[in-house]
């Protein structure tokens, strides 16, 4: 818990940049700035220019520019949300996009406005780096983390840290692949840390300073495969180090004769467990390690700059809940399936869901930001969390204060109840957007929440993920869904092909593979009988993962392939 | 952006060639040499045997034409409007499917 009472000015949840961070911006936009109008006048031809603005975060996708902007661990504060609903209605289409990265793109961007928006964003402390490339992109983190009751470290200083050790890190610029870490501190893994180039948990040492499990070579993409336990031991002050003898192991053998077999997750699965820890142990026994120490100091000192809330709920928080929850059906709903325990008493924290029945997953209108982030003012000390399931979080709301959050959320269109349910669908962009993609994944997903639109009905099917790619890359975790589908491309026509049994979290699994690929007219029926077919053969309270890995993949194949 | 599905063209087929502008990377069509258009309904539809050459044309002179991204794309023979063999081209043709506000046609709308 809080050891230095925080400046007023810093912001709750992350850290407050000083002057050095904000030079550094500065001067990085202003060399993009050169760079764009360089690309404009021709002296800098396309295939000089795109490392560069792939570096500041620009894609070239279908129909535009596509701006991918960091929010490092996910965590921002109103005033940041305010600037990108900014953003969204001055220089795109009046929305953005929340990614499975914690991320937020933008996909009608004009090159020509590019130094102004990264301008914008950096007077708030915001950037595009790290978001693409073959470097250590924007590390993940728990939405929880710093409010959760199961939480034993708060992982958001860690992920600082190795943001700052790997933001322009010398020898991490040219990696073989892009590099992606998740951090969090508990033991229910909700950011895919087994999914994960690197998956770290914090946790109590027992010293009682802190030591993290160390997951390595897990990934979704062309070849998915779950993370191996590397070890459960590393000590906080060997953080760095050990992280920089890992990324230095795959820097030195990785794959770079063919894109596919780049990521570190070939690396650990050619050399095997053993042979590359055996590699990083050398390499960490070999390397200056004072030089790379992280004392308990310069964490403090980290630590110091994050504002932390003020947690005082009344006493009698909880029972306000209580009263208006037996009040109020639709409320007592929204706070079964969209709240999280807090660790304070009095707290809770609230998932406002990006996925209202029918809608774009991960979509938010700038007005809608404006909103989150006037709520985020009012209800939750100013902060806010993306989720990689594509949805908010306001991490620290009273307990007696819930109820009206709750009704400002409904009139903005964002009380969806449907956390963690049938309908809280992960989606890439697929080929509505992505330059790509082979199918358009948007608008499986849509027709999907429609189709079990009623939150009485997905409470009754219970947790249940299904996740959506566009193609083989997987950006929409299809692998790690329980019903995972991806979009394959026959003869330039749209087809799906299910996975089933996929699961992201401690328990994670890769999807298997249900049966040849269905037209896309098919696709949601399908789906629809074999959730029909899950409510047939549960047993109890068995999730769908549950009953899939009780009985198998023979009933559901049966029920979609039957009439199909 | 190309994509290898559109190397994959019929002999008796015809084509159309796009690109995006350089400078807000909107989609556009070409309609004679060095004249673009947003809507794949301008665009000059060229005979298979000579889209290569057309292609060639086009690119060597995208800079100048503030244009990335240079290549054909394989037409309906059956189609009135152009009409892009493959979904992909489709939606960049024809815009976002989940967004009707969105295409190429409403857009010069709200312009006009
Ligand atoms: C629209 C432009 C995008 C492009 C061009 C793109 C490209 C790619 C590629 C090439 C891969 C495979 C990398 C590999 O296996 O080595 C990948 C993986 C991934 N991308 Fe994207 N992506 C895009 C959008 C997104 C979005 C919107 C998200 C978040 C919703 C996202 C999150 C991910 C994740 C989580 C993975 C898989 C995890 C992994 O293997 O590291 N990407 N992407
Ligand atoms: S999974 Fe494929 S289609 Fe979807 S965003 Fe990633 S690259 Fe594009």
Same mark, same amino acid.
């Given at each position: 818990m809080p050891d230095t009472i925080p400046a007023p000015a810093l912001p709750v949840g992350h850290y407050g940049y000083d002057q050095v961070d904000r030079a550094f911006l500065a001067d990085r936009v202003e060399q993009f700035r050169d760079q764009v109008a360089r690309r404009i006048a021709g002296t800098l031809s396309e295939d000089e220019f795109k490392p560069l603005r792939l570096m500041n975060g620009l894609y070239l996708q279908l129909h535009a520019y596509m701006l991918r902007i960091a929010v490092p661990y996910g965590v921002l504060d109103s005033r940041q949300m305010r600037e990108l609903a900014h953003i969204a209605r001055t220089y795109d289409r009046d929305y953005g996009h929340f990614t499975t990265r914690q991320n937020l793109q933008f996909n009608w961007i004009r090159l020509e406005d590019t130094p102004d928006i990264l301008a914008r964003l950096a007077a708030v402390d915001m950037h595009a780096i790290q978001t693409s490339g073959n470097c250590i992109r924007n590390v993940t983190c728990d939405q929880f983390a710093g409010a959760a009751q199961d939480e034993l470290v708060d992982p958001r200083v860690h992920a600082e840290i190795l943001r700052q050790w790997s933001t322009l890190h010398p020898e991490f610029t040219f990696?073989?692949?892009?590099?992606?870490?998740? /951090?969090?501190? %508990?033991?229910?893994?909700?950011?895919? +840390?087994?999914?994960? #180039? &690197?998956?770290?948990?914090?946790?109590? +040492?027992?010293?009682?300073?802190?030591?993290?499990?160390?997951?390595?070579?897990?990934?979704?993409?062309? =070849?998915? /495969?779950?993370?191996?336990? $590397?070890? #459960? @031991?590393?000590?906080?002050?060997?953080?760095?180090?050990?992280?920089?003898?890992?990324?230095? !192991?795959?820097?030195?053998?990785?794959?770079? @004769?063919? /894109?596919?077999?780049?990521?570190?997750? &070939?690396? !650990?699965?050619? $050399?095997?467990?053993?042979?590359?820890?055996?590699?990083?142990?050398?390499?960490?026994?070999?390397?200056?390690?004072?030089?790379?120490?992280?004392?308990?100091?310069?964490? +403090?000192? &980290?630590?110091?700059?994050?504002? =932390?809330?003020?947690?005082? +709920?009344? #006493?009698?928080?909880?029972? *306000?809940?209580?009263?208006?929850? *037996?009040?109020?059906?639709?409320?007592?709903?929204?706070?079964?399936?969209?709240?999280?325990?807090?660790?304070?008493?009095?707290?809770? %924290?609230?998932? &406002?869901s990006l996925k209202p029945a029918g809608g774009i997953p991960g979509d938010a209108t700038s007005a809608q930001m404006d909103t989150v982030a006037d709520l985020a003012d009012r209800y939750a000390f100013g902060e806010i969390r993306v989720t990689h399931m594509q949805n908010l979080v306001l991490g620290h709301v009273r307990q007696d204060e819930l109820h009206a959050l709750w009704q400002a959320l409904r009139a903005a269109d964002l009380a969806s109840a449907n956390i963690g349910l049938i309908g809280d669908i992960i989606a890439c962009p697929g080929l509505d957007y992505c330059a790509l993609a082979n199918a358009r994944s948007i608008p499986i997903a849509q027709k999907l929440g429609a189709r079990f639109a009623s939150p009485e009905l997905q409470e009754t099917i219970g947790p249940i993920e299904i996740k959506i790619s566009g193609c083989i890359n997987a950006c929409g975790h299809h692998h790690a869904g329980h019903i995972g589908i991806l979009g394959v491309d026959k003869k330039g026509e749209e087809f799906f092909q299910l996975t089933l049994g996929g699961s992201p979290g401690s328990d994670a699994s890769v999807g298997q593979i249900l049966g040849p690929a269905l037209p896309e007219d098919a696709t949601v029926d399908a789906i629809a009988r074999l959730v029909d077919a899950y409510l047939v053969h549960r047993t109890g309270g068995e999730r769908f993962l549950d009953t899939y890995r009780r009985l198998g993949a023979a009933l559901f194949k049966d029920a979609v392939y039957a009439t199909a | 952006m190309s994509d290898v599905r559109n190397n994959r063209r019929e002999a008796g087929g015809s084509s159309v060639i796009t690109a995006n502008r350089l400078l807000d990377g909107r989609i556009v069509w070409q309609v004679a040499e060095g004249d673009w258009s947003p809507m794949i309904k301008d665009a000059r539809i060229i005979p298979n045997a000579e889209i290569e050459a057309a292609i060639a044309q086009a690119a060597a002179r995208q800079q100048a034409d503030g244009l990335v991204g240079v290549y054909g794309v394989q037409i309906e023979s059956d189609e009135a409007t152009p009409t892009p063999v493959t979904v992909r081209e489709r939606i960049r043709a024809f815009g976002p499917t989940v967004h009707p506000d969105f295409t190429p046609a409403a857009e010069l709308e709200a312009h006009a």
């Open positions: 990696l073989p692949r892009k590099f992606k870490i998740a /951090i969090s501190g %508990s033991p229910n893994d909700r950011v895919a +840390a087994r999914f994960h #180039d &690197i998956g770290l948990v914090a946790k109590p +040492a027992p010293d009682g300073g802190t030591q993290f499990d160390v997951f390595v070579g897990g990934g979704m993409g062309r =070849t998915p /495969i779950v993370g191996v336990h $590397l070890r #459960d @031991d590393l000590p906080e002050e060997d953080l760095l180090a050990y992280l920089e003898a890992m990324v230095r !192991v795959y820097n030195e053998y990785g794959r770079r @004769d063919n /894109i596919y077999k780049a990521r570190i997750k &070939i690396l !650990v699965q050619a $050399l095997g467990t053993e042979g590359y820890r055996q590699k990083v142990d050398a390499e960490f026994a070999s390397m200056n390690r004072a030089r790379y120490r992280l004392p308990p100091e310069t964490v +403090a000192a &980290i630590r110091a700059r994050f504002g =932390t809330p003020d947690l005082n +709920a009344p #006493d009698d928080a909880a029972a *306000r809940l209580d009263r208006a929850r *037996r009040a109020d059906p639709a409320f007592d709903r929204w706070v079964r399936t969209n709240t999280h325990p807090h660790r304070a008493p009095g707290y809770i %924290s609230a998932v &406002i | -």
